[in-house]
């Protein structure tokens, strides 16, 4: 089948936001949270895995304490780079410094019906739409959960893979598996898949993003969840969401110390539980609106927006960076890309390993399957502001520019003949129509999705395979469905 | 000297603090004042002009909030002491808490501090709440609504199961429910059988005095 080929960012550039000091001051602040203040660890999993290894650990508020040398000892066993495995090898994402892979948003729970343009609740097959249209796209380097599939009740997350799978061949990160019973199915779906337990921590064809909860808490479902997966070698992403007001301090670097704390609880976890499970680590900070509380992604403000990439280096880890994920509610208003239009662009300078969230609409819930490719245009134009720049003889054209002497014009050249089609990249906005006006991008955006879905049809998994995971979704779903 | 009392009372509310607030009810209770008459005229008309200063966009969040914590910090000294058939005139009683499994709060508390600034009395058991907590709380408190927010798609489900709790309970006509929640709408509120949904905070208000059919 052809596809384009995945074209992540790369950029030998890089952007700081913090300097070495600030950083400095940023991980002491962590350090005396997790030993003075603590977590809360609402798992008895996971308080005894801390009492085990030397924490402090109080039963009845369930908060533990961390000592800096624990955190140090558990923080040098966190791979910096590691694989993420997908369906078709040539898709296999190698972590290495100066590339950034990006994928779609999640896990949204509107769809706006491609043919009827009534928007509704999302379902399994709605999953498998957005899962296509992200394996044709060359700006998409894995998959998300880019939906909920509504329709399938407590096992969701599990048909959420399986319908993901049949039809994208690239690495899928699940947004919304929990608990320790829909991840140990989790694990089955992906051992089938891989073929054995080694291969599948070799090459992980899943892995899966938890949320802490701010201020200081952990979820118990994602964290033994975690846990589940970690026995295996699958990578998690640990993000914690402080929100500047409510449930982090209203200044950036106490709601960054808030939330790197988390991440870093959990971390330490994970690696006192099965050393040197791979984790990324991500902030996604936002502001509560002051007066309605509403979550805002987007101030005029933001300064020092990738700071949690550097946070996250400075551990040694690797880091998850969100980008786009608009607060407007249409599919191309001047909203929908202003808000996000330097996100893509400041997130790759800053060396985010993973980056997530293009084509969702209001705060990561709608998704109009056509915003998957105007996005995909913002992508590429950050991408292309990265590329190097080809500076030899023939492109500065020197004695092309003495033939046509001042005055004349290019267009007769053969140097320009060869040059001037791929000189000009067409991205949506620049499309024409028969008379040789600029098209209108939806239109176009919303043709290109069409036929993407009528032309592109990844092969499924095998049959042997397939047949293996119905077997398990059907006894997930006799076990917690019914 | 009453006076006095009630017009530092309403400043605490007004300003924000709710250790004064604490300290003052004390001290009005010390003098012998009347303590129905302390909240009538001092904290309640203290958290009028807190919602009316908010909705004029002078005040923010945060003074909304701590002027409701400023409110209930004198509440705590001075409901204790009122005496035979005196009651706190509450527009109504809210059990309010964002259901099983699901640990999103920041909405679910934002309803419950309009509520309170609004006259309504809210338990808020928190989140994370089965359907039995909700309904204990009920039992517990008698609930003039209750107030479920989710925000999760497989959380949603809990809303309707404590609809189907609460009809099983005998309760389904003496409580209002109320649901809420990003994915939440309307129809889906109708189709459990809520008999309130609303979108965000400020709408609550509005449907929770429907609800108690007393006007807004
Ligand atoms: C009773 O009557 C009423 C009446 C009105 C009511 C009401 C009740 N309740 C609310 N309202 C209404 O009034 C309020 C005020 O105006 C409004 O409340 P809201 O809560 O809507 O508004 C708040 C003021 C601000 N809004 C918010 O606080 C929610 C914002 C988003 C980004 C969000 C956040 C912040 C969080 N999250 Co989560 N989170 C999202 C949210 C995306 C979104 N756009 O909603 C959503 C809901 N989360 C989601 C997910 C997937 C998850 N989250 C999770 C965790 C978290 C955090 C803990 C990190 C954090 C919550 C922190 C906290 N203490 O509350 C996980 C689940 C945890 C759990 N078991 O609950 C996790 C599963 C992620 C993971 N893999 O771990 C998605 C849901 C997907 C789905 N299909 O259901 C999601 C849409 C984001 C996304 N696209 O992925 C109205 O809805």
């Known amino acids: 089948m052809d596809r384009p080929p995945i074209e992540p960012m790369r950029t030998s550039r890089k952007l700081s936001f913090l300097d070495g000091q600030q950083l400095k001051d940023l991980q002491e602040a962590t350090f005396q949270i997790l030993e003075n203040t603590g977590v809360q660890f609402p798992s008895d999993k996971a308080l005894d895995i801390f009492t085990e290894h030397g924490a402090i650990v109080d039963r009845d508020s369930r908060i533990v304490k961390i000592p800096r040398d624990l955190v140090i000892r558990a923080m040098g066993k966190v791979p910096r780079y590691f694989t993420l495995g997908a369906r078709n090898p040539e898709f296999d994402l190698i972590l290495q410094d100066g590339v950034s892979y990006f994928t779609n948003d999640g896990c949204g729970h509107n769809v706006v019906d491609f043919k009827t343009g009534e928007k509704r609740a999302s379902t399994k097959k709605d999953v498998g739409m957005a899962a296509r249209i992200n394996d044709y796209l060359s700006s998409m380097a894995f998959s998300w959960t880019m939906v909920s599939a509504q329709d399938c009740g407590l096992t969701s997350p599990l048909h959420e893979i399986d319908v993901t799978w049949r039809n994208n061949t690239k690495h899928y990160q699940s947004v919304t598996m929990m608990g320790e019973k829909i991840c140990r199915y989790g694990v089955e779906m992906a051992t089938v898949l891989r073929g054995s337990e080694e291969e599948l921590r070799n090459r992980p064809p899943i892995s899966l993003i938890v949320c802490t909860i701010a201020p200081l808490v952990q979820d118990k479902e994602a964290i033994e969840g975690a846990l589940i997966l970690g026995e295996k070698g699958i990578p998690i992403v640990v993000m914690s969401m402080p929100t500047m007001g409510t449930t982090a301090p209203a200044t950036y670097a106490g709601a960054l110390a808030v939330g790197d704390a988390e991440v870093i609880s959990a971390t330490v976890l994970m690696q006192l539980a099965n050393p040197g499970t791979p984790v990324f680590h991500s902030i996604f900070h936002a502001w509560a609106d002051p007066r309605t509380a509403a979550y805002v992604g987007y101030p005029l403000d933001s300064r020092a927006r990738y700071a949690p990439v550097e946070i996250a280096h400075h551990w040694g880890m690797p880091s998850l960076g969100g980008a786009f994920g608009t607060e407007a509610s249409e599919p191309d208003s001047w909203r929908s890309a202003a808000e996000i239009a330097t996100d893509p662009l400041l997130v790759a300078l800053a060396g985010a390993e993973i980056v997530t969230g293009i084509g969702l609409r209001d705060t990561y819930t709608t998704l109009y399957p056509e915003s998957f490719i105007l996005d995909d245009d913002i992508y590429h134009s950050a991408r292309f502001s990265l590329l190097d720049m080809d500076v030899n003889p023939d492109t500065l054209a020197v004695d092309v520019i003495a033939t046509v002497k001042p005055g004349g014009h290019f267009l007769s050249q053969k140097h320009t003949r060869k040059n001037m089609r791929t000189s000009m990249v067409r991205g949506v906005i620049h499309q024409l129509d028969k008379s040789g006006k600029y098209r209108d991008p939806s239109e176009y955006a919303r043709e290109r999705v069409q036929w993407i879905l009528d032309n592109h049809h990844p092969e499924p998994p095998d049959e042997d395979v397939q047949k293996e995971i119905d077997r398990i979704l059907k006894t997930a779903d006799k076990e917690l469905n019914s | ?216």
């Open chain 2, 1 to 216: 000297m009453s006076e006095e009392f009630y017009k530092k009372l309403m400043a605490a509310v007004v300003d924000g603090e709710p250790e004064d607030a604490e300290a003052i009810a004390k001290e009005a209770l010390e003098a012998n004042l009347d303590p129905l008459e302390c909240i009538n005229k001092g904290l309640v008309p203290g958290i009028q002009k807190v919602g009316e200063l908010f909705s004029t966009g002078e005040y923010y969040l945060p003074e909304l909030i701590i002027g409701a914590d400023a409110m209930k910090a004198a509440l705590e000294i001075l409901e204790p002491a009122l005496v035979g058939g005196q009651k706190l005139d509450v527009v109504g009683m809210v059990i309010l808490g964002t259901v099983e499994g699901d640990l999103h709060e920041i909405g679910k508390t934002l309803v419950g501090t309009m509520l309170t600034a609004n006259g309504f009395k809210v338990v808020d058991i928190g989140a994370n709440q089965s359907v039995e907590a909700f309904v204990k709380a009920i039992k517990e408190h008698g609930a003039d609504i209750v107030g479920a927010s989710a925000l999760l798609t497989t959380t949603m489900l809990q809303q309707k199961k404590l609809v189907e709790a609460l009809e099983s309970a005998g309760l389904k006509n003496k409580v209002k429910i109320m649901v809420g929640g990003a994915p939440v709408t309307d129809r889906y509120a109708q189709e459990i059988g809520a008999d309130g949904y609303a979108e965000d905070a400020i709408s609550a208000v509005d449907i929770a005095f429907r609800l108690m059919d007393a006007p807004v």
